[in-house]
Structures are given as C-alpha cells and as structure tokens.
C-alpha cells in the first residue's frame, strides 16, 4: 500500500503540474508529496520529472509509466467499489467530457434525468470542444462528434450531425443567393476554427455523387460553435454550421438554408470510454442513459 500511495502521489503531481496543487486535492502537505515521489524515483531508477520553482513537467519516462498508472489506479477504484459492494449501486463522481452547444442541449438533460434517479452520483461535466485523452485526464466517458482518431477506446454509436450551409435573409438580400458551389467565391465567408488543430474547418458538400471540399478565404473567422451562429445570425456572411446548431434559426426564418441538394454526408456522434477496464456502476447507467440520444432522430445505424 505505501508503494501505491507514492504512484498516487506522481499521478496527481503529472496530472496537475505542481506538488501544490496536487496536495491540495489530496489534503496533504506539498512536501510530502515531494518525498513521496522522490522514494518513488529512487526504487524506480529513473528521473520522472523536470522540476522548476513554480511546475513540473513530466520526463520521456514519466510519461509513459503516467500512462500506464492512470489505467491502474482506475482499475484499483473500481476493485474497491466492488469489494465494497457499490457497484450495483450507481454512486461516486460521473466524469464526462462532451462538445459545448450538443452537451448543453441534448446530453445535459439527460444525465439530469439520471442525477434525479441516483442520488448519490455527483457529476463532472467537462464542456469543451477540445478533446482530451481520457486515460490521462480521468475521464469516464466521452460525447464525440465526426470520425474517431482513438482506436483505443470503445465507441457506441448514438446519434448524427449534419452540416448545412446557410446565411441571414438580410445579407442575402444585400449580396444575392448563390444558386451553385461555383458562386460562393463572391460571398462573404464565416468559417468555424476547429479547437483541436487550429485549422479552418472546410465547407464540404457532395455534388453529383462526388465530394467537394472549399477553403474559403475568410470575411469571419470563429472557434466556438455558438460564436458561428451568432455571426450567421448577425448577417456577417454565408457559413456552414451544424444542422442541430442552425435548427431552430432555420424554423423561425432567422437564416435561410443554401444549396440544400449539396448537403454532405452526417458525421457520426458516439460515446466513448477508455477500454480494458472493469465499467463502475456510475458508469454503466450514464452510458445506458445517453442512449437515449438515439430516439432523438432517426434511427442510426
């Protein structure tokens, strides 16, 4: 057990960058921690940090064995729960990661239906359009919109987003409607930064059975899903938004759809969690509660 308290002592020192903010969650003095990850250091024969006055960063080797602690210090917690006879209980903190605009709308009310159904879970809602690896920050699970780049973790399929190309009836009327892919290099374009790269993310439609991919030069540039829509809204350009963000300004006449024969294909939205660990109860019910998203549309497949 003293061994597993020095890798508690590193994990937390690695995931918070500083002795004082990782003794501060585990209520214990930063120079105790100190000492901790030094012993640890010294059994281990290898340097795990880079230490100045105010941080620490982790070393090539504490990287790794970082990684390799996150999912053993998970499996360690949900050992515990089940020797304690919790796990058929829903209990504990639910952390989960989801994009901000679909967290709020659709997953949000969901897991409020479940808080209300299981007291004793408190919830960790991590709203972000950033997308972090879960091992590393102690994610439990994760909403994730378009194609998945981590193999590693198990995904379920749950619902699907659009993207439709649209504009306010006001500049449309000031700059004419393009009635052709073509006639989009006369426009005004508002085009949404991608958080994860930093990129500007393509306007991407399918014409004639084909994929078309532009880069337009930007009038708008904007890098949070509510910030596209308001520029729409405003009447600063023509721009391509998520069909589950646009919705309800489309009903109400507030933008105006664009070339809707030329929609691309929906991206696919899952769930997902960290694989090769045991599912705490915790999980197991937010994981059936956000299957709920699939009646929200149509079937997916």
Not at 154 to 161: G, K
Not at 210 to 215: G, Q
Not at 258 to 283: K, N, T
Request: charged content about 25%.
């Amino acid at each position: 057990m003293q061994g597993l308290q020095q890798f508690i002592a590193f994990a937390e020192t690695a995931k918070h960058g500083s002795f004082a903010a990782a003794a501060r969650e585990l209520g214990l003095a930063p120079s105790t921690l100190a000492k901790a990850v030094a012993r640890l250091e010294a059994g281990l024969g290898v340097k795990l940090f880079h230490r100045t006055t105010r941080q620490v960063r982790l070393t090539p080797d504490g990287e790794r064995l970082f990684q390799r602690c996150q999912r053993v210090l998970a499996e360690v917690e949900d050992l515990q729960a089940e020797a304690a006879g919790t796990r058929k209980a829903p209990a504990g903190v639910l952390r989960i990661e989801m994009p901000v605009f679909y967290g709020k709308r659709f997953v949000l009310p969901l897991l409020a239906d479940l808080l209300r159904r299981h007291p004793a879970l408190c919830l960790d809602a991590r709203l972000s359009d950033v997308q972090t690896d879960l091992v590393r920050d102690n994610i439990d699970l994760a909403v994730r919109i378009g194609q998945l780049r981590d193999s590693t973790l198990v995904a379920r399929r749950v619902d699907r987003q659009g993207l439709c190309l649209c504009a306010s009836p006001g500049y449309l009327a000031a700059r004419g409607t393009p009635q052709r892919i073509e006639d989009l290099a006369g426009h005004a374009a508002v085009v949404f930064r991608l958080p994860t790269t930093g990129r500007d993310r393509p306007w991407q439609f399918v014409q004639r059975g084909t994929e078309v991919s532009l880069h337009p030069e930007p009038q708008v540039r904007v890098n949070e899903t509510e910030g596209l829509l308001d520029a729409l809204r405003l009447g600063l350009g023509v721009g391509q938004a998520p069909d589950l963000l646009v919705a309800d300004e489309l009903a109400r006449g507030g933008l105006v759809e664009l070339l809707p024969s030329c929609r691309p294909e929906p991206m696919p939205i899952h769930i997902v969690y960290p694989s090769g660990r045991l599912l705490p109860a915790r999980v197991v019910v937010a994981i059936e509660a956000l299957e709920g998203l699939r009646h929200r549309l149509a079937p997916v497949a």
